[in-house]
């Protein structure tokens, strides 16, 4: 999948498992602002399993600083999808999120910092407005936006930053989802790798050749190749979604009746479904 429909893609399931409105589940449930914020947040995080790609969002990022990242990332991981691209992955990507939940100042003014979050909100919020071409091509811009948002919270809002564990976990999962659908697939269960048998591989006119690769790859290619026509016919929407979903939370924070509105929408659609319908 495309970087930039990896980001959508994060954003999307962080509105769908957090906001608190008629379109989302309200699974996890934060506040306007952790919806707002927390939706670039887990866009970014949804890129971090390409942070083993020398060439991918992350590495054009913040340069120089994501370029050693992705280089370092990738020798540890074994390479493009391989150890990010798995269960084992997904849990360590958490982990150093709650580790860096740890790492605090305290201030007489702001009293205790976040710091730690702070910084992994600045990398994320980066890498989603690279991804999703906010920013285009100014690198000053994704800067100065990213730092900007991040210092804002941590100081003004530093109690935001308890789902950021969550946020980093649920990012790396919708990213494997993602590459799941493709036919390249993931090593889901990294490091153990069952390889398809050789009489797989001998017919490759059984349905789920594409679904077992050599390597031990898992794939349930509905998407096709990367940056197909389906992957975008699915994201189009999903991507808008997204948009939806943080425009909600804004208009809520900034006092809106959207629980009003909607309702007079939906009995204003329903009124006019029962009008066509055949008396």
């Known amino acids: 999948m495309m970087g930039g429909h990896h980001a959508a893609s994060g954003a999307a399931a ?10 989302a589940f309200g699974w996890y449930p934060v506040s306007d602002v952790g ?11 949804a890129l971090l399993p390409d942070a083993d790609h020398h060439n991918g969002t992350i590495s054009h990022s913040l340069p120089p600083v994501s370029e050693g990242v992705t280089q370092l990332v990738s020798t540890v991981a ?10 084992v992955g997904v849990a360590v990507f ?3 999120a709650w580790a860096m939940g740890q790492v605090t100042v305290r201030t007489e003014q702001f009293g205790e910092v976040l710091v730690g979050p702070g910084i992994m909100a600045v990398l994320l919020i980066a890498f989603a407005v690279r991804a999703l071409k906010l920013t285009g091509q100014r690198r000053w811009w994704t800067w100065s936006l ?10 003004f809002a530093p109690e935001e930053w308890y789902w950021m564990p969550f946020c980093v976990g649920l990012g790396c999962a919708v990213h494997i989802l993602g590459d799941l659908l493709t036919t390249r697939g993931v090593p889901l269960l990294w490091p153990v790798r069952i390889k398809s048998p050789r009489w797989v591989r001998r017919h490759r006119w059984l349905p789920f ?3 077992w690769s050599p390597r031990g790859n898992i794939s349930v290619p509905l998407l096709g190749d990367a940056g197909s026509w389906r992957e ?26 959207t629980a009003s509105a909607w309702s007079s929408a939906t009995e204003l659609v329903a009124s006019a ?5 055949p008396s």
Do not use: K
Request: proline share 3%.
């Open 14 to 23: 962080w509105v769908a498992v957090t906001a608190s409105t008629p379109i």
């Open 35 to 45: 919806v707002m914020t927390g939706a670039l947040v887990c866009a970014g995080a």
């Open 78 to 87: 074994g390479g493009h999808r391989n150890a990010t691209h798995s269960i």
């Open 94 to 96: 958490t982990a150093i």
């Open 146 to 155: 990213s730092v900007s948002l991040a210092a804002f919270v941590a100081v």
């Open 209 to 211: 050749d594409d679904m």
């Open 232 to 257: 975008w016919a699915l994201m189009t929407p999903v991507s808008a979604y997204a948009v939806l979903g943080v425009a909600w939370a804004m208009l809520d924070q900034m006092g809106f009746d």
């Open 273 to 277: 479904g029962e009008s066509l319908l």
